[in-house]
């Protein structure tokens, strides 16, 4: 191959340490590699709930592209709207671009099940924009609520659609952020109600059961209405409907944030790959099956985990994993030598309750609770940093407020 284009969709976790591994990897004279994202910036989604609480600022949460990526690589900032694999090309918002290889990585989008009014009416915690969104509204609700006359009935009840990590995670940190709001606004917090709604019997579902009991004291000490056993059948700009035992019940509000799952990004389906539930089931060297030049690392990509037959959870653990080894076979692939396979190592989970609690399942099933599980869940977030850009990213952005 000729000095080949190497194209990579998408910035987030697997697109950015493909781009960065790859960077490393190849000289200037072997590759020229393009990395393309609709924004100038990196977004660090598995902070987003933070943003959204409004208990961190965005841009803690986002790393400017350009202080990590060096001069070989041209960072294209665009929207993708189709991937031609039969002609190797991939169409942006203002120009075509042709590619040798291809790393897909656009990441996830909401998943919403067809419920209706779900599109419409609710927000969601998917990237920087919509984070800061749902901020914005929940000041808002705050700063009207001695504005009105005669009080909107729900104005200051926040429900969250979904109890899985994502959804825990964001009561939790609005759980610390509601005190706040009701000082500055002057409300009683007992005029405000953060209800958690979620369709298994237990939040967390499939999670240690001692964790998810911590999980839900803890949440629940600090206000937290949790109703398990219900699922979420209608999202109106006023409020919600859900079933439960049979039963529709409905609560007034004018803030429902779905947490309620994820999917690939749409993408990849419409641009004819074989998909498995709308990701791409990619081979042991993490190619298409189709399409020996196209990569796919992150959310867009399915892994199989052998042992227990179910695809592994997406994760930005294993998109970090998985992208230093989509680099080697990229660099393996132009170099015609052969490629690794990959296998998620599975480090354990930790999941923030909050700034001052969480829990954690880690290296042979520990648990943590508490401080421990917070001080881990920075450690973790500030390894990111310093994966990605080295001492000087990890000073710029790291947690440093170990025990706050
Ligand atoms: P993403 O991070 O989704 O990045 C996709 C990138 O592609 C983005 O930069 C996006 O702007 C860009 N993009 C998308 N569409 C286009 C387009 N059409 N054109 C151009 N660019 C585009 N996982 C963990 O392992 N640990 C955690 O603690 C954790 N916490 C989480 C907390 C929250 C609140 C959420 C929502 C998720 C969390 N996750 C966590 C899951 C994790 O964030 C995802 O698995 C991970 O982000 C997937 O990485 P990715 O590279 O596939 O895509
Ligand atoms: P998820 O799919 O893990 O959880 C969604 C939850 O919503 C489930 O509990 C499900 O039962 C519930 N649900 C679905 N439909 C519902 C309905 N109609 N009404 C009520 N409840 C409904 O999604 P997620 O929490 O967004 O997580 C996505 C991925 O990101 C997962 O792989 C997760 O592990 C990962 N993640 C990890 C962390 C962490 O490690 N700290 C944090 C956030 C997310």
Not at 5 to 19: D, F, K, Q, R, S
Request: proline share 3%.
């Amino acid at each position: 191959m000729n000095k080949p284009n190497i194209v990579i969709l998408g910035a987030g976790y697997g697109g950015m340490m493909t781009t960065v591994n790859l960077q490393k990897k190849l000289g200037a004279n072997q590759a020229n590699i393009t990395l393309v994202n609709e924004n100038n910036y990196h977004y660090i989604s598995t902070s987003l709930h933070e943003t959204a609480a409004g208990t961190l600022h965005h841009d803690r949460t986002r790393v400017t592209i350009k202080d990590v990526i060096k001069s070989n690589v041209n960072f294209i900032e665009d929207t993708v709207v189709s991937i031609h694999p039969d002609k190797k090309t991939v169409t942006l918002k203002n120009q075509e671009l042709t590619y040798d290889v291809l790393v897909v990585a656009l990441g996830f989008e909401m998943a919403t099940f067809g419920i209706p009014g779900l599109e419409e009416n609710a927000f969601a915690i998917t990237d920087t924009d919509s984070s800061r969104l749902i901020r914005e509204q929940i000041e808002y609700n705050f700063a009207m609520y001695h504005n009105e006359k005669e009080k909107t009935e729900g104005r200051l009840n926040f429900i969250v659609g979904g109890a899985g990590f994502t959804g825990i995670e964001f009561v939790g940190e609005l759980a610390n952020r509601i005190p706040e709001l009701c000082k500055e606004y002057d409300v009683s917090p007992s005029e405000v109600r953060i209800v958690s709604v979620e369709g298994a019997p237990t939040v967390m579902p499939g999670f240690d059961e001692a964790l998810i009991e911590y999980a839900t004291n803890s949440l629940e000490a600090r206000g937290v209405e949790i109703i398990t056993g219900a699922m979420l059948k209608e999202v109106k700009p006023d409020g919600i409907v859900f079933e439960r035992d049979g039963e529709l019940e409905e609560i007034k509000s004018l803030t429902t944030v779905w947490a309620a799952g994820v999917k690939a990004n749409s993408i990849v389906e419409q641009s004819g790959f074989e998909t498995n539930r709308g990701k791409v089931q990619v081979r042991e060297d993490m190619r298409a099956p189709d399409y020996d030049d196209v990569f796919v690392v992150g959310d867009c990509a399915l892994i199989m985990n052998n042992e227990t037959e179910r695809p592994y959870p997406p994760t930005a653990q294993i998109a970090v994993q998985a992208a230093e080894v989509v680099a080697a076979n990229v660099k393996a692939h132009i170099e015609n030598n052969a490629m690794h396979g990959f296998e998620p190592n599975l480090m354990g989970t930790v999941a923030s309750l909050g700034h001052n609690d969480a829990i954690g399942s880690i290296l042979n099933d520990r648990k943590i609770f508490g401080w421990k599980a917070t001080v881990m869940k920075k450690v973790i977030d500030n390894r990111y940093y310093f994966k990605l850009g080295g001492i000087p990213l990890l000073l710029k952005k790291g947690k440093f407020n170990i025990f706050y």
